[in-house]
């Protein structure tokens, strides 16, 4: 049988935001019928580069065809020059896409992107499921739970849920605005267990389409353990650049730590003598992001996600 993979309609969409022009474009791809619609989008911010887009594809690979009861449509690279340089925000104009919604079809770069996400990617979409991840530079573990979006959010074998702010300027913001369900998934980055990652994502994918009616009841996916709750949420920062060493690996992340552990340390440059350590600052630190490699950072880069569990 055909997968949706094979099925799959993509059209480009121009962004006329280089010197070469029409060369940019953003994809949509697209496929099924009916009233009942899901987007599905990754790469929103460019430093979290295709782990978002790896997942979308392992799903729709793997995804029957004729299991399709309603409308898939996917933005598997929503923001082309950044991930191109490899940063959160386009070089061309440093906008944060997610902070600018829903766009100008005569802006910048990040506006006019924003401006195709908010009609043609929303047009006719009940559901949103917007995918973030840690990226080239660290590793995320957790799901962002929005109002109305309590099933939706649960889904995804994520260890850890987190309420999620409110911002009316970001893409699940804008498109509760509209009155969509909606949520946002952290998971994921650049590590050796990239591939587990992607698989999880991907089978929350299918959890969350089969839960909202898109996939027929009986391709139900397997079971997971409901993620954890955790609350008073907080990032860690260094108060000086330096060099970055860290305590903690990669398979840390999504774990609970005792209060007090050494998570990592900033180095002077030169002399390599310690200017600052981080620590869990709960009694029980869940850890929601964590930097898993040696970098050089500058005073204020994020460097830890933490929370305490519920």
């Excluded at 902070?99 to 100008?104: E, H, K, Q, S, T």
Aim: glycine share 12%; charged share 20%.
């Amino acid at each position: 049988m055909p997968t949706v993979w094979e099925k799959m309609q993509w059209r480009g969409i121009p962004l006329g935001a280089t010197s070469a022009w029409g060369a940019t474009q953003l994809q949509l791809g697209e496929y099924g019928a009916g009233e009942r619609g899901v987007l599905i989008t990754a790469g929103v911010h460019g430093d979290e580069g295709p782990w978002g887009a790896w997942a979308i594809h392992k799903l729709l690979r793997g995804l029957d065809a004729s299991a399709v009861r309603g409308r898939i449509r996917v933005a598997p690279l929503a923001n082309p020059l950044a991930m191109q340089a490899d940063r959160r925000n386009a070089p061309v104009d440093q906008l944060d896409l997610n902070r600018v919604f829903p766009g100008d079809a005569g802006g910048s770069y990040t506006e006019r992107v924003a401006h195709i996400l908010a009609t043609a990617g929303l047009r006719d979409m009940q559901y949103v499921i917007d995918l973030h991840g840690g990226g080239s530079w660290c590793v995320n573990a957790f799901v962002f739970e929005m109002a109305g979006g309590r099933e939706l959010a649960r889904a995804f074998p994520a260890p850890f849920i987190l309420q999620a702010p409110e911002r009316a300027e970001s893409l699940t913001g804008y498109a509760r605005w509209l009155g969509k369900t909606v949520t946002a998934v952290e998971m994921g980055g650049r590590s050796a267990q990239e591939a587990h990652w992607a698989e999880r994502i991907a089978l929350g994918l299918r959890r969350a389409l089969q839960k909202i009616g898109i996939i027929a009841a009986e391709e139900a996916a397997a079971a997971i353990e409901a993620p954890q709750p955790v609350s008073r949420s907080a990032v860690l920062r260094p108060a000086q650049g330096g060099i970055f060493l860290p305590a903690v690996a990669a398979e840390h992340i999504g774990t609970v730590v005792e209060g007090g552990r050494l998570l990592g340390q900033m180095l002077q440059p030169a002399t390599y003598t310690a200017l600052e350590e981080f620590r869990a600052p709960y009694p029980r630190t869940a850890l929601l992001l964590l930097r898993p490699f040696m970098a050089q950072l500058e005073a204020g880069a994020m460097t830890y996600v933490v929370a305490q569990p519920a």
